[in-house]
């Protein structure tokens, strides 16, 4: 009984590790990351946590760095959207900060292009 | 600046949680079946100096929560420590966040430990703390005080396996109560005797000893199916074990969890049954006890730096 002890010894070091946190990361993005469209009416992203809906942003630019989206930023679960109005041909960048529910923030960007 | 203080103030917090728990339940469970009522005096005294212990890990919880809340406002604002604390994010973290509800509810119920602890040291005298609810009560609003922090780790973000998760990790929590942060009430108990000039325990002391060995077998047994079970769920994989900055720590713990267990079983197979042959084997135990309580502590710092950094899964 006693030698079980120590060959409990990898499991009782991984099970230590029970408070630690994660960060949201971008799962995948609807327009897909890179990808070309041809009309779209909002940017929606799915992150891997679940966030914190009064601190975690979503916001859409142009080429020339004009926001374009209509600031309507809904959060639910781990995803979060952003409206947009209807944009012309060029490529866009989206900017996301996400604040995943245990706290911790990460942030990032993609580009999308519109035909 | 602001991961150092959070580092920091999770861990002071995280230790002095399981230490509102390990501290009753030492007095309770594992010293308080070797109480007559006719060996209640240096018992007694013994556990007036627990209930003081309760007190002060009761203060660096109420302290460290605060500084963790305060930090994590800062952090989740992208505004500097200062400057948080004429923001109107503070009140948004407080109110609009699980984080700050959760902190809300847990100072409530802070609140409500503090009240139990006043009833339980208001007892002069403790010379069988079993018979008094409200050192059980006290028991149970700590345990439940530590148990929510669950909602403050990853658990509560993940969007896989979620109950599971807060299941196992609740069960975690608890059970680290009773081994490794128990070691510490364990050496305290080791380090009063020695105090005391005993040369050699008593069969009610070496009961207790026993006591523990065997409630933290089992709390190590437990801990292996919820520790499977996180590291299931945050690790992923072998190669990020080794890979990664969360892995390599996780690593560092490993040993450090190693060379506690080695020493628990050193105390067990060989220094437990010669504990009455001789003062140096008292000494000795005392000594590895000691050591392995430093260990558990440097266990729960290690815990504090790694819920700072991303896990690979």
């Known amino acids: 009984m006693k030698s079980i002890r120590f060959l409990l010894i990898p499991f009782l070091s991984l099970a230590v590790c029970s408070l630690a946190q994660a960060h949201a990361f971008l799962d995948h993005a609807d327009p897909r990351v890179g990808s070309t469209v041809t009309a779209l009416s909002q940017v929606t992203v799915f992150m891997?946590?679940?966030?914190?809906g009064a601190f975690s942003k979503l916001q859409v630019f142009d080429a020339k760095g004009t926001e374009v989206d209509k600031k309507d930023v809904k959060v639910s679960g781990a995803t979060m959207?952003?409206?947009?109005?209807k944009l012309g041909a060029g490529t866009y960048k989206v900017i996301w900060k996400a604040v995943a529910t245990d706290t911790h923030k990460t942030n990032g960007t993609f580009t999308f292009t519109v035909q | 600046m602001i991961a150092a203080v959070l580092v920091l103030a999770r861990t002071v917090h995280i230790g002095s949680a399981m230490l509102l728990v390990a501290l009753p339940l030492f007095m309770l469970v594992i010293l308080q079946p070797g109480l007559g009522a006719e060996r209640g005096e240096g018992y007694s005294v013994f556990c007036r100096k627990i209930i003081k212990g309760l007190w002060l890990a009761f203060i660096l919880e109420a302290l460290s929560g605060l500084v963790w809340l305060w930090f994590v406002a800062a952090q989740m604002s992208d505004q500097s420590p200062w400057r948080i604390l004429d923001s109107a994010d503070l009140n948004a973290v407080l109110w609009q966040t699980q984080f700050g509800q959760l902190w809300l509810a847990r100072a409530a119920i802070g609140v409500?430990?503090?009240v139990v602890l006043y009833f339980v040291s208001r007892r002069k005298s403790q010379p069988r703390p079993?018979?008094?609810p409200s050192n059980w009560l006290a028991l149970a609003v700590s345990s439940i005080l530590l148990a929510t922090l669950a909602w403050a780790g990853h658990a509560v973000a993940g969007i896989h396996y979620h109950i599971l998760?807060?299941?196992a990790d609740i069960l975690h929590l608890l059970l680290s109560s009773i081994w490794p942060i128990g070691l510490i009430p364990l050496g305290w108990f080791l380090w009063d005797a020695n105090q005391r000039n005993q040369v050699l325990l008593e069969d009610s002391?070496?009961?207790t000893l026993k006591r523990f060995s065997q409630f933290s077998?089992?709390?190590v047994l437990l801990l292996l199916i919820t520790g499977f079970i996180n590291g299931w769920l945050m690790i992923g994989s072998w190669t990020?074990?080794?890979t990664t900055t969360y892995g390599q720590l996780l690593l560092i713990k490993v040993l450090a969890v190693m060379v506690m267990i080695g020493l628990g079983a050193y105390n067990r197979i060989y220094l437990l049954p010669r504990i009455q042959e001789g003062r140096s084997f008292l000494l000795s135990l005392r000594r590895t006890v000691l050591g392995e309580s430093f260990l558990a502590m440097a266990v729960v710092l290690i815990v504090g730096i790694m819920g700072t950094t991303s896990p690979p899964f």
């Open chain 1, 48 to 52: 891997t946590e679940e966030l914190e």
């Open chain 2, 240 to 242: 990020a074990l080794f």
């Open chain 2, 130 to 132: 079993v018979i008094y």
């Open chain 2, 112 to 114: 409500l430990l503090g």
């Open chain 2, 217 to 219: 077998l089992i709390a």
């Open chain 2, 205 to 207: 002391e070496i009961g």
């Open chain 1, 81 to 85: 959207t952003v409206s947009v109005p």
């Open chain 2, 165 to 167: 998760h807060l299941v």
